[in-house]
């Protein structure tokens, strides 16, 4: 009797249809797009909630990173990162079993005190991105750097 029920966990779990490197690379690339068009739509400080696992490590420039969703919660509610435009387009992704990174380019623009002039700050940017049970992505690390531009990758 044993026999039988391994033999059917075997031909179960063998049977299982496994998700493709590359599925799971184009799903990191697709949730990374989706967080950069919710940024747009309802803000950044929603979307870097929204996206952020509960683990979340978001670097900050000259500063100290922010560790945990709830500190993330805190540090947004206080200070809000609605002042501003950030824009980011991943040119790279991989992924594999339930971890995934994305590489892009930023584009973060300010209006100046005088209201009359843009301030623009190019960089790029990597997330570590982690699926969860239900099969959604989670950011888990995100950082980056200004560039004196985009950055053009040579495929």
């Keep these: 009797m044993n026999k039988f029920i391994l033999l059917g966990f075997l031909l179960t779990v063998g049977c ?6 590359w599925e799971l690379r184009d799903q990191v690339m697709e949730t990374d797009r989706n967080f950069s068009k919710m940024a747009a739509e309802k803000g950044n400080s929603e979307a870097f909630i929204y996206y952020a696992d ?9 500063d100290y990173p922010i560790v945990g969703k709830f500190a993330l919660m805190q540090l947004l509610r206080d200070n809000p990162w609605d002042d501003f435009t950030l824009s980011w387009e991943p040119l790279r ?3 594999s079993g339930n971890l995934g990174y994305t590489f892009g380019n930023y584009k973060l623009q ?5 209201g009359l ?3 623009v700050i190019y960089g790029n940017y990597v997330s570590v991105w982690k699926r969860k049970r239900d099969g959604s992505w989670r950011y888990i690390i995100d950082g980056g750097n200004e560039t004196p531009g985009p950055v053009k990758l040579i495929k």
């Design 16 to 21: 299982q249809s496994k998700i493709e490197d």
């Design 54 to 62: 509960e683990m979340v490590i978001k670097m900050q420039k000259n």
């Design 93 to 95: 992704a991989e992924a």
């Design 110 to 114: 300010t209006k100046t005190n005088d």
């Design 117 to 119: 002039r843009d301030t």
